[in-house]
């Protein structure tokens, strides 16, 4: 019995070791698969949080670049809207001063229209008609000259160069006034210097001033105002065409008698804007028609535009 009992106590360890060196074999194989996963795992982790970094960089440069563009946007449009209200208000007060200034000229047109209708007689001799004395002469040609003095700026825009060109042109105003029927051109060439008079054509029984328009006061003018002035004649009256040669800018402007007849008016027509259209106001596309007191202001707006 004992030898059975040895020999099954020795298959039994045999076997017993057989099993556990199996069972070692397979363990030692997972453990290896096991720590081949862990560490492609930390790997492939590892890539990840790096990609994730670069990620946020970019996410934070972006967001960083939104902000900025959104608050220079912002202050534009701030800008533009100061800007925007500054000009409503320079139009609000230029409109203002427009209606005060016209409802000054209607209120001084009754009081003038007196006066201007005796200047008016006394420009027209009749025929045969001479001047009594020197005196009455004189004041004759003082009252004309004031009556022309509106004129004369408007379409030379000159004033009276000197005192002795005033002089002579006194005395030859004077001896036209015994002429029939003397035109308003023929006396305001009359009037004007040696270097802005323009050969009249008085054939046919009308006028034509077909002479060149070089005049040393309309060249100062050009100066000061930076533009080209021409002087044209239109059927609704004389007009003055001016052109800023940097921008392409043109207009023009018309003198026409207002509705009372008594005073001229300057009739604004836009035309070339040039490369003044996407800054150009709303008014300077517009026909305008303003009173020549208003020139000054008329020309601060145009250069405050075009400067």
């Given at each position: ?11 039994y360890?045999?076997?017993k070791?057989?099993?556990f ?7 030692k ?31 934070n ?19 533009y809207?100061?800007l ?11 409109s ?7 409802k ?5 047109t ?10 008016n007689?006394q ?7 001479q ?9 004759k ?7 022309f003095?509106?004129?004369s ?11 002795g060109q ?7 105003s ?9 035109s308003?051109?023929a006396?305001?060439n009359?009037?004007l ?13 009308g006028?034509?001033d ?6 040393l ?8 105002l930076?533009m ?5 004649h239109?059927?609704?009256g ?31 027509r836009?035309l070339?804007l040039?490369?003044l259209?996407?800054?150009?106001l ?9 009173s020549?007191s208003?020139?000054?202001?008329f ?7 075009i400067?």
């Amino acid at each position: 019995m004992e030898s059975l009992y040895k020999k099954l106590y020795d298959k039994y360890d045999k076997l017993k070791k057989k099993k556990f060196s199996e069972l070692d074999n397979l363990n030692k194989e997972q453990e290896l698969k096991f720590t081949t996963y862990v560490n492609a795992a930390d790997k492939y982790i590892e890539f990840l949080r790096s990609e994730n970094e670069k990620l946020c960089a970019q996410v934070n440069n972006l967001k960083s670049e939104v902000d900025s563009i959104r608050s220079t946007s912002n202050e534009q449009c701030l800008h533009y809207q100061k800007l925007l209200m500054e000009e409503n208000q320079k139009n609000k007060a230029l409109s203002e001063e427009v209606e005060t200034l016209q409802k000054l000229l209607q209120e001084g047109t009754a009081s003038s229209s007196k006066d201007d209708n005796n200047d008016n007689m006394q420009l027209y001799t009749p025929e045969g008609a001479q001047p009594t004395s020197g005196n009455q002469s004189k004041e004759k040609t003082r009252k004309r000259r004031r009556k022309f003095g509106s004129e004369s700026e408007s379409e030379c825009m000159i004033t009276a160069s000197s005192r002795g060109q005033d002089d002579a042109i006194e005395g030859q105003s004077a001896k036209d006034l015994s002429k029939e029927n003397v035109s308003w051109g023929a006396l305001l060439n009359e009037q004007l210097a040696e270097c802005c008079k323009r050969t009249i054509d008085t054939s046919g029984g009308g006028e034509n001033d077909s002479g060149p328009a070089n005049c040393l006061f309309q060249a100062l003018i050009e100066y000061l105002l930076g533009m080209k002035l021409s002087p044209y004649h239109e059927s609704e009256g004389r007009c003055v065409s001016a052109l800023h040669q940097s921008t392409g800018y043109s207009f023009s402007l018309t003198w026409v008698k207002s509705k009372d007849g008594e005073e001229f008016e300057l009739l604004y027509r836009v035309l070339s804007l040039g490369t003044l259209e996407r800054v150009a106001l709303g008014w300077m596309m517009d026909e305008i028609m303003f009173s020549t007191s208003m020139c000054p202001i008329f020309f601060e707006r145009i250069s405050g535009v075009i400067k």
